[in-house]
């Protein structure tokens, strides 16, 4: 077949979709999902080239929240790929021109309400996790022995080796780790809520609040979300639901009881600032 012509657009495209983008870190891995939290499938050496399938909202890395997926099916963050841009150069994983199917990230539910959900939380909900995770300027056991640092930061390798910043953390430096931690957890939960669940910005920072205290797993298998996603009164669920959130290993912690109440307070505090399902 002969072809005489073909549009600028479909000839960019075609180009992103073949040509590989070139890797611009030292051992930079590729993991199952977007966020340093996820397993690393591979990991590529500077110079490498990847060829990007699509591209997603993750964890930020390096105050850039874009990953990859790239050729070997995982996400690399995209700080480190040379695209020339900190914006989309392919279609959005999940999306028309992307790769149809994949939110971008493990244990959707496939009921997101769309992309548009916002990921950074008011000042109102990083001051309650604050209050409630405490300040710990070097990795120490939390309550129930797991290691955290900073404003509840849980660490994913020895001696939190993941983390940037030098220990002892200042408090600024632990407000910007909680920053870059907290929208894993509002990824997860607009992925669990339905696009018919309407939420304010804070009351999807006290939901936030919660899914970063309990998990996303916890979150998701919870009669909160199915609740919420039955269309039952935000207001109504998170007052009688939150509070069930108290036990920390088999044992009720008057901190959990004192958080569930301050995030019930916030989630049902008035705002006319939209977040959820899009962030207005």
Not at 46 to 57: A, H, I, K, N, Y
Not at 204 to 230: D, I, Q, Y
């Amino acid at each position: 077949m002969k072809i005489t012509a073909i549009s600028a657009i479909a000839l960019a495209t075609l180009s992103q979709l073949v040509s590989g983008y070139t890797i611009n870190g030292d051992s930079v891995n590729c993991r199952s999902g977007p966020g340093t939290s996820n397993g690393v499938v591979r990991t590529y050496s500077r110079g490498d080239d990847v060829t990007l399938s699509c591209q997603t909202e993750g964890e930020t890395v390096k105050g850039d929240s874009l990953w990859g997926k790239t050729q070997d099916g995982c996400y690399v963050a995209d700080y480190y790929v040379q695209t020339g841009t900190s914006s989309y150069v392919v279609g959005k994983c999940g999306a028309s021109g992307g790769d149809s199917g994949d939110s971008g990230n493990s244990g959707s539910s496939g009921n997101t309400g769309g992309s548009g959900f916002c990921k950074a939380l008011n000042a109102a909900s990083i001051s309650l996790i604050k209050e409630f995770e405490g300040f710990v300027p070097s990795p120490s056991p939390d309550p129930i022995g797991l290691p955290t640092v900073g404003y509840g930061h849980l660490c994913q390798s020895k001696g939190c080796g993941e983390v940037s910043y030098g220990f002892p953390l200042s408090e600024s430096s632990a407000e910007a780790l909680l920053k870059n931690d907290t929208p894993k957890y509002s990824t997860c939960l607009g992925e669990m809520l339905k696009g018919s669940v309407t939420l304010n910005d804070n009351q999807w920072g006290a939901l936030t609040s919660w899914v970063f205290n309990v998990g996303c797993g916890n979150a998701k298998s919870s009669t909160l979300v199915s609740r919420l996603n039955a269309g039952e009164s935000p207001n109504d669920v998170a007052s009688a639901e939150l509070p069930q959130w108290r036990l920390a290993g088999g044992r009720v912690f008057d901190g959990l009881v004192r958080r569930r109440a301050a995030e019930v307070k916030l989630f049902t505090t008035p705002s006319s600032s939209q977040a959820f399902p899009s962030c207005q």
